[in-house]
């Protein structure tokens, strides 16, 4: 029989990564902001970056708050299943591709199902792409955390699962910019990189709903979802925010959808709202503001 793990076996043992890390980033983001303007590149806006800024700070500091219940709800779903993984190098490395796989999909389905498009469109709704749009993490995005949970099940040890997790987390810093262009092919077949991610985050037609992979580009690949860097990136969101003010940035698809689901008068029908593709809420949001006007 399996040793039960308690939160304090994993507080302990389980250093927080992201907030160490955090000052570095910030520094970084601050260095890039200054050669942008020494440049003329116009790749930041002062606004928009303290925006970016106050989301993430807030982020991070929920994060310290919740910690606890979050680490608490995966520890319960590993300690009921009957198995475990034993803690080593290679299994460790398999952990991160299985989570990287996880994180493949929570990202896919971030963006095809309103209710976690609402958790993730404060990543996407500013029209500069530099390190500071990495901060722009929703203060919602831990409902995903139900994607993740295959990990426990199957056995991976939790300090390993938070481990595996914070630098997959970390490495999505990297790729927001737009002084890394092309990289060598073998990384580009096998990595995301910041043409492929710059990708992910434009509006342009045919590059909405690509490369959803996190650190691994290749489940992009296999699921058909995988689009190459041929033209310049138009970031931002089809329902682009005329604003800077932090909490709107987070909650204003939370609106939205509160907004169909008070018009819709079938209870069904209402909680249904919550997992249809975004393109529909963004289409019944339009109608709505015409209709107010």
């Given at each position: 029989m399996k040793e039960k793990i308690t939160l304090d076996d994993v507080l302990s043992n389980a250093p927080d990564l992201i907030l160490y890390a955090a000052p570095l980033m910030i520094g970084l983001a601050l260095l890039e902001f200054y050669f942008s303007w020494k440049q003329k590149k116009k790749l930041y806006e002062r606004k928009d970056f303290f925006a970016s800024l106050t989301i993430g700070l807030v982020s991070v500091f929920q994060n310290l708050l919740i910690k606890s219940l979050l680490f608490g709800f995966v520890i319960w779903v590993y300690n009921i299943v009957p198995w475990s993984i034993p803690v080593n190098w290679w299994t460790s490395i398999i952990c991160f591709f299985a989570l990287d796989f996880?994180?493949?999909?929570a990202h896919r389905m971030g963006h095809e199902t309103s209710l976690f498009w609402a958790?993730?469109?404060?990543?996407?709704?500013?029209e500069k792409y530099n390190l500071s749009t990495s901060?722009?993490?929703?203060w919602t995005q831990q409902l995903k955390v139900v994607f993740f949970l295959p990990i426990s099940l199957m056995g991976f040890h939790p300090v390993v699962f938070f481990i595996c997790h914070q630098i997959a987390v970390l490495y999505q810093f990297w790729i927001h910019t737009e002084y890394i262009r092309k990289l060598p092919k073998?990384?580009?077949f096998l990595f995301v990189t910041p043409s492929h991610h710059r990708v992910h985050h434009?509006?342009?037609a045919h590059y909405?709903?690509?490369?959803?992979g996190s650190t691994f580009i290749i489940w992009d690949r296999i699921f058909g979802t995988f689009q190459p860097e041929d033209e310049q990136a138009i970031y931002g969101i089809l329902d682009q925010p005329k604003h800077h003010n932090p909490i709107k940035l987070v909650f204003h698809v939370w609106g939205d959808i509160f907004r169909s689901?008070?018009?819709t008068k079938n209870p069904i029908k209402a909680v249904l709202l919550l997992f249809q593709s975004p393109d529909l809420l963004y289409k019944n949001?339009?109608?709505?503001k015409n209709e107010r006007k």
């Open positions: 996880c994180r493949y999909w958790t993730h469109v404060t990543h996407h709704n500013s901060f722009r993490l929703s073998w990384i580009n434009g509006k342009n909405l709903d690509k490369n959803y689901m008070k018009k949001e339009k109608l709505l």
